[in-house]
């Protein structure tokens, strides 16, 4: 399933093109809520599609399967693999901050 996030009028996002983000996710995985959240309050700040795609789907098993991740969450980028597991706020926040600035 793929989401835009929101953004708040008043609030532009800070880059033109939309940042591709994928979230392999599993029911009942606290982690997985957490990425969840975050990316909602950065969506706030760029531009985010964010596309759920669930563990126990093939495409899922084929993404943590291929990364060789032990367990969910797994957050790619724009296709590249960012992290798994607790997803880092400030790491997060940084790397969309550099994708931000390259496309300047």
Do not use: W
């Amino acid at each position: 399933m793929t989401t835009p996030l929101p953004v708040p009028s008043g609030e532009p996002a800070t880059r033109t093109n939309v940042i591709q983000i994928t979230l392999v996710t599993s029911d009942g995985c606290h982690l997985c809520h957490d990425a969840e959240d975050l990316l909602m309050g950065l969506g706030r700040r760029f531009s985010l599609q964010l596309e759920r795609i669930d563990l126990t789907h093939p495409a899922g098993a084929d993404l943590a399967r291929r990364l060789r991740v032990p367990f969910p969450p797994v957050l790619l980028i724009d296709g590249e693999y960012f992290g798994h597991g607790r997803i880092s706020g400030r790491k997060l926040t940084r790397a969309l901050e550099t994708l931000t600035e390259v496309d300047r």
